[in-house]
């Protein structure tokens, strides 16, 4: 077991920071002039080849970075995840959303049971509810079939889903079985967001999924609320059972809320709120290759040293992790003394060059991860032109790292009679340090690769760092202040009382949208469409 010593007081923690001199005398252009060790820089894992020799980082850094993870008893506790101990320690819960994806056969224990039998129970319901929808069998309260759906979940519970329906929305054998279907989304509590979501929906021919791990989140049971009232006004109550149905752990609220227990499928309370056919067929690949591979070709465990390299040692905002990592302590309570987390923003495309990377190029030095796919899922090469779309398309993905990592100098701009006064205009420093990955398509398989790359590496990122990357207390303090404006709108709203409890700044902006807003009705005022 891990001792509960920081890592930064560890000899190998304190040689990286030693080594962090040497790097910063050496430039990208240096590095990337070694073949030999780009070479030795690049992996490949079943169809995906990672290049990271764009990082600052030498053969040297990457020895000392598995020492830190030797320190960090990383291996120990990648098993210990997959063993099923309760390494959510603050929340005294398993991690296993491993489980979730692992083969009918495979043995997933979790307090002395194997969970993948009931997994796979679930997962076969979910397969013949959906088989029911498509074939026309499940119908709505009025025999009507059901062909449009409303996701309604926020974070994990939107975010995820949200991802592989983007992804796969123009893989042809996703949108042929989708043809004549579509899927919304309604995350956010905004009823701007109801209204964008429902028009030109049915509520007879609409199934409205709630997805809520606790079905206690105040935005995502509201929306669910509003999307029931949508349907009981249309359809009456009796309707609800045949059009909404819920994904939760508490089934007695899905019960109490109007949902047949029926068509509710259960999780567990070891998948954490962001964790979650061929999807999974990839995403277990990966669980497999993170348990097993050894860390020099692995590529979760790869990932996750690099930024903790990235964000520690060299003091750059990477890239993920925000809610699973942005933590103060560690594990057992200690305040840290180093930088964790993520900051995370990107594009698809060529959007990004468009937006934010004038400051990647010229502005701070932020690292990047440029996901790039060999065969794109809906080809185009029009006659005359140069290069396919998709060629064009990746053309950036191979340029861009090696602009950030090359720049430019302003020896260079001379010999190309750039005038003097632009010089430090576009001279560009380079040094700027990025990842490849490369997939050979983008179809379910490699999504769930490429879900589960990113689910490992934040956990590697939590082990070496000492923090628990499972739980998310800092959602919860905006929570309850919430709660508190909430029943003081209530008690404004309906008992005309003044605002109280509140600071100078807080009462006087709360009163003053209280009495611009005092002419909007406060009841029956409604936006959903009547039949």
């Not at 309260?141 to 926020?154: F, S, W, Y």
């Not at 068509?263 to 309370?269: E, H, P, Q, T, Y």
């Not at 005359?384 to 053309?395: A, F, I, K, P, R």
């Not at 303090?477 to 600071?503: C, D, M, Y």
Request: aromatic share 8%; with cysteine.
């Amino acid at each position: 077991m891990a001792s509960s010593a920081l890592i930064c007081e560890t000899e190998p923690w304190k040689d990286l920071k030693a080594h962090v001199g040497d790097i910063k005398k050496t430039h990208l252009r240096e590095l990337m002039n070694d073949a030999e060790r780009c070479k030795s820089m690049m992996v490949e894992f079943d169809g995906i080849l990672l290049d990271y020799s764009r990082q600052c980082a030498t053969l040297d850094t990457l020895n000392k970075l598995h020492n830190l993870a030797e320190a960090a008893h990383l291996k120990e506790k990648i098993n210990r995840m997959f063993n099923g101990e309760r390494i959510n320690s603050t929340e005294n819960r398993s991690v296993l959303h491993v489980a979730l994806r692992a083969p009918r056969d495979s043995v997933i224990n979790s307090d002395g049971k194997n969970v993948v039998p009931d997994v796979w129970q679930v997962l076969d319901k979910i397969k013949d509810f959906s088989e029911r929808v498509r074939s026309g069998a499940w119908v709505g309260a009025t025999g009507k079939v059901l062909k449009d759906v409303i996701a309604v979940g926020i974070g994990g519970s939107f975010l995820g889903p949200l991802f592989v329906h983007t992804a796969l929305q123009t893989d042809p054998e996703a949108a042929e079985s989708a043809k004549g279907r579509q899927l919304r989304f309604l995350a956010n509590v905004d009823p701007i967001d109801v209204a964008r979501n429902i028009p030109g929906l049915n509520p007879e021919t609409t199934l409205v999924v709630v997805v809520s791990k606790t079905f206690t989140t105040a935005e995502t049971m509201l929306n669910a609320r509003t999307l029931r009232e949508w349907i009981s006004a249309a359809l009456g109550p009796q309707a609800v059972a045949k059009h909404m149905v819920a994904v939760s752990t508490n089934l007695t609220l899905v019960e109490k809320f109007g949902i047949d227990p029926n068509n509710a499928f259960a999780f567990w309370d070891w998948v954490g709120g962001r964790y979650s056919g061929k999807f999974l067929k990839g995403a277990s690949s990966i669980d497999q290759h993170f348990h097993s591979a050894p860390f020099e070709k692995n590529l979760p465990v790869l990932l996750g040293l690099l930024s903790v390299w990235n964000v520690s040692f060299l003091g750059y905002p990477a890239r993920v992790s925000m809610e699973s990592n942005g933590k103060g302590v560690s594990i057992d309570g200690v305040p840290l003394p180093y930088e964790t987390g993520e900051i995370d923003f990107g594009e698809p495309g060529t959007n990004g060059q468009h937006s934010f990377y004038q400051l990647i190029h010229q502005g701070r030095v932020i690292p990047c991860d440029f996901i790039g796919v060999v065969k794109s899922q809906q080809p185009v090469y029009l006659k005359g032109e140069v290069v396919s779309n998709h060629d064009e398309l990746m053309s950036n993905f191979f340029a861009q790292p090696d602009a950030l990592a090359y720049g430019k100098t302003p020896e260079q701009l001379l010999k190309e009679n750039v005038s003097h006064n632009l010089i430090t205009h576009k001279t560009f420093s380079g040094n700027r340090p990025s990842l490849s990955l490369l997939l050979p398509s983008l179809h379910a398989y490699n999504i769930g690769q490429l879900l589960a790359i990113y689910e490992h590496r934040i956990a590697v990122e939590g082990f070496v760092w000492g923090i628990n990357s499972f739980d998310q207390w800092g959602v919860e303090l905006g929570k309850s202040l919430a709660t508190q404006v909430r029943k003081q709108l209530h008690a404004s709203r309906k008992k005309g009382e003044p605002v109280e409890g509140f600071n100078f700044s807080t009462t006087t902006v709360l009163t003053r949208y209280l009495e611009a807003s005092a002419d909007v009705p406060k009841e029956d005022c409604t936006i959903l469409p009547k039949m």
